[in-house]
């Protein structure tokens, strides 16, 4: 005989209303009365009916998750905490990659409007205004970009940048390259600010390239244009762009970090494994992901209109490898005469 809510809800002491909301608005029950619902539905084997709820209380239990590169290392950690703490709270998430591509997550938002009671979208290459229209059709929260009245996720990415530039240049390099990401990149324009900022005040010049794809082969075409720039350091948009860069100088005879250092941003597995070990700022991916299912939780189970609550989850600096002192310039040639004299 299947368990009903009624087993549930006298297992637990609690009224059969109380086993309801713990299921349909979770946010609404005292966490440790909700936990204790949870563990005793699982254990007697209670599976709430997922249409029959859905008829009731109009909502799916479903998330939509839109990344821009489900193949970037970057996002796996975030996705995966995200379907675990969206699942403590019985809601599933589906997954979704639009390639960078903005038509493509706009297609994929319009897919996602009557299938999911809301949308977590991460990094999204969409423009304010196209999200601002879509946002009229299911409710949204946004990780890493800022819009007008929409709640967010936001990593704090310019205070990374600005820590690689100062860990730079207390190495002594004065004159870096910052390898931008794709244009419209709440992030590229993140960093950008920041770096600037911070080698003008540490008295670096900073030479700006891009826009590059923010990829590893992003990185590898933009090698030659980095040893054109005479730099002597790098900060790279993402680390999958580091890497590239780094096979890319190898390729051109260029020792990292012997002639030329390089900084990534996220903090990605490959950056610890490879040689040289990255330098890198860890961006907290997995907090990121928790985070955003908690903000659009809320937001949906809210009598209230969404507002613009926003996030900012702090970054960290890693040094490993791929950064040392500046290489001292080469000394002139000795004069024959000189050579002569001694």
């Known amino acids: 005989m299947a368990v009903t809510i009624r ?18 608005a979770p946010h609404l029950v005292n966490p440790e009365t ?49 379907q675990a703490h969206a699942r403590q709270r019985d809601y599933h998430v589906f997954v979704a990659d639009t390639d ?33 229209r879509l946002r009229k059709d299911v409710p949204f929260v946004v990780v890493n970009r800022r819009v007008k009245g929409l709640p967010a996720v936001l990593m704090d990415v310019g205070h990374g940048a600005r820590l ?51 990829t590893e082969h992003g990185g590898q075409i933009a090698a030659p244009e980095v040893l054109s720039a005479g730099v002597t350091a790098v900060l790279a948009y993402n680390d999958l762009v580091a890497i590239g860069l780094i096979e890319g100088l190898a390729d051109l005879g260029v020792e990292v970090p012997g002639a030329i250092s390089v900084v990534g941003i996220d903090d990605i597995m490959p950056a610890r494994l490879g040689r040289p070990k990255l330098t890198t700022v860890a961006m907290p991916t ?15 189970g809210s009598s209230e209109p969404g507002g613009a609550a926003q996030t900012t989850l702090e970054t960290t600096l890693i040094v490993r490898d791929s950064t040392a002192a500046r290489p001292s310039p080469a000394p002139p040639p000795t004069s024959r005469l000189t050579r002569e004299a001694s």
């Open 100 to 132: 960078e591509d903005p038509r493509v997550e706009e297609e994929l938002i319009q897919t996602f409007t009557k299938q999911v009671d809301g949308v977590l979208l991460c990094s999204p290459r969409l423009s304010n205004r196209a999200i601002d």
């Open 164 to 214: 690689a530039v100062e860990h730079l240049t207390a190495l002594g390099h004065r004159r870096l390259a910052l390898l931008v990401g794709p244009e419209g990149s709440w992030t590229s324009h993140e960093i950008s600010d920041a770096a600037a900022l911070a080698a003008r005040a540490q008295g670096a010049e900073l030479v700006v390239l891009g826009p590059n794809s923010p």
């Open 286 to 300: 997995v907090a990121a992901g928790r985070s955003a299912v908690d903000m659009l939780l809320q937001l949906v």
């Open 7 to 24: 087993d549930v809800a006298r297992a637990c002491g609690v009224h059969v209303s109380t086993v309801s909301r713990t299921f349909s």
């Open 34 to 82: 909700r936990a204790r619902v949870l563990a005793v539905a699982d254990e007697l084997g209670y599976r709430p009916n997922r249409a029959a709820r859905a008829l009731t209380t109009g909502r799916t239990h479903n998330i939509g998750l839109i990344v821009a590169d489900i193949a970037n290392p970057f996002f796996p950690p975030l996705i995966k905490a995200a």
